[in-house]
């Protein structure tokens, strides 16, 4: 703009510089549309089977009440939502002050925030995609639908180039009835994005096992730069290009100098982020002393399917890419013990539908190909995920805000609510304390619990410390309450100084009514080696 209106003048460069806007616009909408029509020349179903795929997604979601859920598919959801809230946040106001501070202070308002334990690839991408369409649970259920939708898509066009497309359709409707794809799918967690990642490095890793150009080796690095700051299972990912060169017996052309800096450029990565934020060794899971969960791997589409694999093995460059991923996930995972739930383990889903695929594709007589798939298909975990709301919206509405708030939940609603009472506010406004930090210490798996806050009078004296207007209680039927839940549900409920004023489903809410007793103190909070403290107004 500037060079036009020193070429011809600010008139002239007002009239001009929308036409180059345009001009721009054109040549990526060409790009798009040149792209797809040349995709489809190549597979003119590909384009159906992505509307369809975004169909049966979607469906997946409405009924499985994916979007009047609230963050209680999984302990983790409530900080993958406020992490990527409060990057969003930053994002909108691009705060003059130091980003560390100023995350610091957000941290003390909705104490959820996970970047550090996690990288912030899925947060950032959350951040990013909320400028858009605002934050809500709705936005960020059609971001895991979009992710889901490209992830599902592009399996299908690597499937396509190897396997016939009614085995190509088989692996999409088995990856999507599969119960950790059905659960990734309707929680606002970065399990999803990791299958999608698996599958772009997959197709990388094919394609340099066929040609070893250099944009073979560009696509592999980027995808497993995208991964790695997505989660840290992308270590499990990262051996299969090598992995997979070696199984294809034939010499490897690519210039050594080339996996050479990639490797280094990902190790200083990983490096320079976990190592500032306490170490890899302990957050990655290192530990021979953690038991080893290699048996959940079976879980993901059934031993009969995993079995079925190992038939598919053989010499074509998908083949033995599929083959090395699930070789790279059970090598490296008996090394890192963080992959303790199965939905660590679903990087090596695509692998093994489509190593089954190769297994019954191998012989020509149909009735061959039946007699392996139903076995496996008996063997399958069948199930229909479904959510239903917890009613945290409908008690929020319920209290006046901003206030300060503590949170107890004998579950894991703490992070729930959390998240909900973020998104009914104005950020940041109120503080919200969780009574499993102020008056419990634990691990980040509720490991070594220890009760700090003993009795009702200390009890008391925390709360008027905190100068906590609102204390919200969660109860959910058939959980055991921790300690520090049921001493504080027992205080509070017989306290004069407190009156129920909300109630929903399992939830409770407790408003003081009477003056605090002790000289409110700034509320503290340590993460990853950083000290935070409240600023208090005078």
Known sequence: FRFLADAAGWAEAVLCF???????ATCVSGLIVGLALAEHRQDRWLWPAAAMIGLVLLAVQIFGGAYGAEFMGHP??????????????????LPRENPIVWAGQYYLH??????????????????????????????????????????????YRLSRSALSLPITAVIIALTIAAPVFQRSLEQAMADLCCLLWSVLVMQASVRLVERQDRCASFLVVLWLLAAALTKGTAICLAPVPLVALLASRQPIRVPARLPAAAGVACLLVACAWYFSIGGVRALGGISFGVPWRGELIGHLAGW???ALAVLGLRRKPLALVAGSVIVCTVGVSLVVRAMQEERHWIIALPAILVLSGFAVSRFRRPWVAVCLLLPSAALFPFAWYRQSPSEFSNLARQLVRPSRMLVSSAGWGEGAWIAVSSLAEQRPSSFIVRASKAMAETGWNGEKYRLTIPTWDAISRRLDELAVGV???HTPANEKPPPHHALLQNTISVSPAWTLCGRAQDLLAYCRVGDPHVPRQPLRLRAYGWDFEERIPR
Request: glycine share 10%; net charge negative; charged share 10%.
């Open 471 to 473: 204390v919200i209680l």
């Open 76 to 93: 983790d959801e409530g900080a993958h939502f406020v992490s990527g809230l409060m990057v969003y946040d930053y994002l909108a106001t």
């Open 18 to 24: 929308p036409l180059l806007l345009i001009y721009l």
């Open 110 to 155: 909705y104490p959820e925030v996970a970047i550090g334990h996690w990288p912030p690839g899925y947060h950032a991408m959350e951040g990013v995609w909320w400028l858009f369409l605002g934050p809500s649970r709705m936005t960020a259920m059609l971001l895991q639908w979009l992710i889901g939708v490209v992830a599902l898509t592009m399996l």
């Open 304 to 306: 009969g399917f995993l």
